[in-house]
C-alpha cells in the first residue's frame, strides 16, 4: 500500500479502510495544499477499487480531529484568482468524497472545526467522542471569511438553514452531544465506544439521516428571501456590514443560490476567496496570530499549581476565585466575613451552571471551591491572590503578613488595576516573589490577564505566573510595572476625555454611538457605566499623579450623587432593574461622527505610543493584543497600532497635534515614533 506523508492506510477488520490523518512535523492536524493532494490521490485509489465496503477517517494525533485549514497559508495567495482556483480545487475533492461508493464515516475525537467539519461533512456518517474537548464548528468568520469548502451548503442541506446558518454566522462551536441533537453527526459515545461506532456505520447500506420537511421547506427560494431578511436584521444588530462583510455574503448567496447543484458551491469558492483580500479578513488573521503568540508563551515553565488561594471576594476576586475552580483548581476564597463571600459563592453557581450544563460536574467545581474566612488556604496554595480593594497601605499590610505564612515556592500575585509593584513590594522581605496578575471585568469573558513584573520580580516568578494564566484559559500579557500597565493606562484617557465631549455639550448617545460605529463593542460613556464611576475615578487620580490628566467635574459630581453606574442603577445613563440601559432617542447632531471618533482614539494613541517609548511592552504586536483582548478594541482594525499604520502615522499625529491647539492643550510627548 502506498505511503504519504500526512496519511496513513490501514486495513482493519471486515474489508474497512481506516485512513488516519496524521499531519507531518505537526502536533495538529490542520489542512494545506499537500494534505488535500494526498487525500485527492487516496481518492482515486478508492474510486478504482472493490477491495473495501468502508472508510474511516480518523486522526492519529494525541489531540482532536482537525483544526481547519493552515492559517498560514492564507498569505500566500497571489491574488484572488488563485485563492478562488484552491477553494474551487478542494470543493470538488470533498465532492469526490462525499460521492464515493463505500460507506464513509469521520470519527470525530476532540475539535472539529473548520476545513476538518467540511471534510466530515462530506462523509456519508459522522461519529463523536461525548468527552468535553469535543467540539464541532464552522469558525471561518472570525477571520473574515466564510467556510470555502462546502460547508455554507452542506451544512444548511443536512440540518437546515435555521440551525446551520446560525452557527456559521456567528462562527460558534457545539459539543458533541449537541451536534447529535441538531443532526450535524449520526451519534455521540463514550471514548471507549468510539471505534465500534465507527465500524458500524461504516458497514451500512442504508441511506444516512435527511432533514425535516420543514427545513426542505425554508430552503426553497420563496421561504429563503423571507428568512434572509430576518437573518440580516439580525446580524446587523451586531456588526457592521462595512466592517464586517462575510456573515452578510454568506446570507447572499444562500437567499439567491440556495444549497442544491453546482452553483452554490462554485459561488461559495468565489465570495471566499474575494474575501481573503479584505482588508478585515487580513487584520483578523493577524489578530488570530496574535492571540497564538500569547497562547505561545510560557511553555518553558513547569510551575503547575493545584490549589489557588484567593484574598478579596468582591466582584474580581470572587470571580476569578470561581473561573479557577472551573478549571479544575481547587480553589480558598478569603474575606473578613462569611457575608461577604457568599454573593461570590452564588455567582460562582451561576458560571458552573452555563458553563457545565451538568449537574454532577456543577457540583464537583462547587465542592473546588471552599470559603476560607481564617485563611487556612494560605499556607497550602501554589499561588495566592490578591484582590482587595485599590489602597497601597492594605495591600502592603496583606502581603507583609501573607509571605511569612505561604510556601516558599508559591507565587504571591495582586490585582491592582495601576499601583506599581515597587510600590507594594516596599515593605516585603521577598520582594522578588510579588508578580501581577491583573484580571479584568468580567472575569468570564475577558481572555486577557496583564502579567506585570516589577524592577525587583525574579524572572522565574513572571514565567511561572504565565504558565499559571495558561493553565486556567486566559491569555497572558507581559508587562512592566508602570502607573496603570499597560490597557488602563491607553484606556483611562480616552474614558475622561469622553467626559469631555460631554461636557462640551455632545450628547452622550451620540458620542457612544461614534465609537460604536468606529468598531468598539460599546461606547466610552456605557463602558465608564459598566466600571463603575467610582473605579474609574480611582484609577484616574491614582494615574493622574503620574500623567498630569485633569479630572472631569461631572464625574466627580455623579460619584458624589452616589450615581456610580450600572451597579447602582444610574451614572451617567439610568439602568433598569435588570442592568438594561434606558436608552432614549437624540435628534439633530449633524455633525461628522469621525470628529468625535477622531478624538477619542487619538487619546489612546498618545498614551500607547507612550507606552512603546517606556517599555510597558516589549513590542507594537503585543500591545495591539492588549489592547484587543483587553479592551475589545475594534478587531477589523487589528488594534491601535496597527490602525496607526494603516491610516498614516505622520497623518494622526498632525491632527493630534492641531486639536490640542484648539483645546489649548500641550501632548506628553513632541512627536510618535513614526512607523
Given amino acids: 500500500m502506498k505511503k504519504y506523508n500526512h496519511w496513513h492506510l490501514e486495513e482493519g477488520d471486515d474489508q474497512i479502510l481506516w485512513l488516519l490523518f496524521d499531519r507531518k512535523n505537526a502536533s495538529v492536524n490542520t489542512i494545506n495544499l499537500e494534505v488535500m493532494e494526498e487525500l485527492s490521490d487516496i481518492l482515486s485509489m478508492l474510486e478504482k477499487s472493490h477491495d473495501y465496503k468502508g472508510m474511516v477517517i480518523a486522526s492519529a494525533k494525541k489531540q482532536?480531529?482537525?483544526?481547519?485549514?493552515?492559517?498560514?497559508?492564507?498569505?500566500?495567495?497571489?491574488?484572488?484568482?488563485?485563492?478562488?482556483?484552491?477553494?474551487?480545487?478542494?470543493?470538488?475533492?470533498?465532492?469526490?468524497?462525499?460521492?464515493?461508493?463505500?460507506?464513509?464515516?469521520a470519527m470525530i475525537d476532540g475539535f472539529c472545526l473548520g476545513g476538518g467539519l467540511e471534510l466530515a461533512l462530506a462523509c456519508r456518517y459522522r461519529v463523536a467522542e461525548d468527552g468535553p474537548k469535543t467540539r464541532l464548528g464552522l469558525p471561518e468568520i472570525k477571520l473574515g471569511i466564510h467556510p470555502g469548502w462546502g460547508g455554507t451548503i452542506r451544512l444548511p442541506r443536512l440540518i437546515g438553514a435555521p440551525q446551520a446558518l446560525n452557527m456559521i454566522l456567528s462562527g460558534h462551536t457545539v459539543t458533541g452531544k449537541a451536534a447529535a441533537k441538531l443532526g450535524i453527526i449520526d451519534v455521540c459515545v463514550p471514548k471507549r465506544h468510539l471505534v465500534a461506532a465507527a465500524t458500524y456505520y461504516a458497514l451500512q447500506t442504508a441511506k444516512p439521516r435527511s432533514i425535516s420537511k420543514m427545513n426542505?421547506?425554508?430552503?426553497?427560494?420563496?421561504?429563503?428571501?423571507?428568512?434572509?431578511?430576518?437573518?440580516?436584521?439580525?446580524?446587523?444588530?451586531?456588526?457592521?456590514?462595512?466592517?464586517?462583510?462575510?456573515?452578510?455574503?454568506?446570507?447572499?448567496?444562500?437567499?439567491?443560490?440556495?444549497?442544491?447543484?453546482?452553483?452554490?458551491?462554485?459561488?461559495?469558492?468565489?465570495?471566499?476567496?474575494?474575501?481573503?483580500?479584505s482588508e478585515t479578513s487580513e487584520n483578523l488573521v493577524r489578530v488570530f496570530f496574535l492571540q497564538e503568540r500569547l497562547k505561545s508563551l510560557g511553555k518553558a515553565s513547569r510551575f503547575d499549581a493545584n490549589h489557588v488561594h484567593v484574598v478579596g471576594a468582591g466582584t474580581m476576586g470572587g470571580d476569578i476565585a470561581a473561573w479557577c475552580a472551573l478549571q479544575g483548581m481547587r480553589v480558598t476564597l478569603q474575606d473578613r466575613e462569611a457575608k461577604y463571600i457568599a454573593p461570590a459563592i452564588k455567582r460562582a453557581a451561576i458560571l458552573f451552571k452555563e458553563k457545565l450544563k451538568e449537574p454532577h460536574l456543577v457540583q464537583k467545581a462547587m465542592d473546588r471551591l471552599v470559603p476560607d474566612i481564617e485563611g487556612y488556604g494560605i499556607s497550602h496554595a501554589d499561588i495566592i491572590i490578591e484582590a482587595i480593594y485599590e489602597n497601597l497601605a492594605a495591600k502592603q499590610a496583606l502581603f507583609k503578613s501573607v509571605e511569612m505564612l505561604a510556601k516558599p515556592q508559591a507565587i504571591l500575585a495582586t490585582n491592582t488595576s495601576s499601583i506599581p509593584l515597587d510600590d507594594i513590594n516596599s515593605v516585603m522581605q521577598t520582594p522578588e516573589r510579588l508578580v501581577g496578575l491583573h484580571f479584568f471585568n468580567p472575569v468570564p469573558k475577558m481572555l486577557l490577564v496583564e502579567i506585570v513584573t516589577g524592577q525587583k520580580t525574579?524572572?522565574?516568578?513572571?514565567?511561572?505566573a504565565i504558565a499559571f494564566t495558561r493553565k486556567i484559559d486566559r491569555l497572558p500579557l507581559p508587562v512592566t510595572s508602570h502607573p496603570g500597565f499597560l490597557v488602563n493606562r491607553v484606556l483611562m484617557p480616552y474614558l475622561l476625555e469622553s467626559v469631555t465631549l460631554l461636557d462640551e455639550g455632545i450628547p452622550m448617545e451620540i458620542i457612544d454611538k461614534a465609537m460604536v460605529e468606529f468598531g468598539m463593542p460599546m461606547g466610552p460613556i456605557a463602558l465608564a457605566d459598566a466600571v463603575g464611576l467610582d473605579v474609574c475615578l480611582s484609577v484616574a487620580t491614582y494615574l493622574g499623579k503620574y500623567?498630569?490628566?485633569?479630572?472631569?467635574?461631572?464625574?466627580?459630581?455623579?460619584?458624589?450623587?452616589?450615581?456610580?453606574?450600572?451597579?447602582?442603577?444610574?451614572?451617567?445613563?439610568?439602568?433598569?432593574?435588570?442592568?438594561?440601559?434606558?436608552?432614549?432617542?437624540?435628534?439633530?447632531?449633524?455633525?461628522?461622527?469621525?470628529?468625535?471618533?477622531?478624538?477619542?482614539?487619538?487619546?489612546?494613541?498618545?498614551?500607547?505610543?507612550?507606552?512603546?517609548?517606556?517599555?510597558?511592552?516589549?513590542?507594537?504586536?503585543?500591545?495591539?493584543?492588549?489592547?484587543?483582548?483587553?479592551?475589545?478594541?475594534?478587531?477589523?482594525?487589528?488594534?491601535?497600532?496597527?490602525?496607526?499604520?494603516?491610516?498614516?502615522?505622520?497623518?494622526?499625529?498632525?491632527?493630534?497635534?492641531?486639536?490640542?491647539?484648539?483645546?489649548?492643550?500641550?501632548s506628553e510627548l513632541t512627536e510618535w515614533e513614526f512607523l
Wanted: aromatic letters at 10%.
Fill in 64 to 105: 482532536g480531529f482537525i483544526a481547519g485549514a493552515d492559517i498560514s497559508q492564507f498569505d500566500k495567495f497571489k491574488n484572488m484568482e488563485e485563492a478562488v482556483h484552491l477553494l474551487r480545487s478542494g470543493q470538488l475533492i470533498f465532492d469526490r468524497l462525499e460521492n464515493l461508493k463505500i460507506a464513509t464515516v
Fill in 458 to 464: 525574579a524572572a522565574n516568578v513572571a514565567e511561572n
Fill in 547 to 666: 500623567l498630569n490628566t485633569t479630572i472631569p467635574p461631572r464625574l466627580t459630581a455623579l460619584i458624589d450623587q452616589g450615581k456610580l453606574g450600572r451597579k447602582t442603577g444610574e451614572g451617567f445613563y439610568k439602568y433598569t432593574k435588570a442592568g438594561k440601559q434606558i436608552k432614549s432617542k437624540v435628534e439633530g447632531y449633524n455633525k461628522p461622527l469621525t470628529e468625535i471618533s477622531d478624538r477619542l482614539v487619538l487619546r489612546m494613541l498618545d498614551q500607547a505610543f507612550a507606552c512603546l517609548r517606556d517599555g510597558v511592552v516589549a513590542d507594537a504586536d503585543l500591545l495591539d493584543a492588549g489592547m484587543i483582548f483587553g479592551t475589545g478594541f475594534a478587531p477589523f482594525r487589528g488594534g491601535p497600532m496597527r490602525y496607526a499604520k494603516t491610516r498614516g502615522v505622520r497623518e494622526l499625529f498632525e491632527l493630534y497635534v492641531r486639536l490640542q491647539q484648539e483645546h489649548n492643550e500641550k
Fill in 216 to 277: 426542505q421547506v425554508i430552503n426553497n427560494k420563496i421561504s429563503r428571501a423571507l428568512f434572509a431578511s430576518y437573518l440580516r436584521k439580525k446580524v446587523r444588530e451586531k456588526v457592521n456590514p462595512e466592517h464586517y462583510p462575510a456573515p452578510f455574503q454568506v446570507i447572499d448567496n444562500w437567499e439567491h443560490l440556495g444549497v442544491m447543484g453546482d452553483a452554490p458551491m462554485i459561488k461559495e469558492a468565489k465570495t471566499c476567496g474575494k474575501l481573503f483580500f
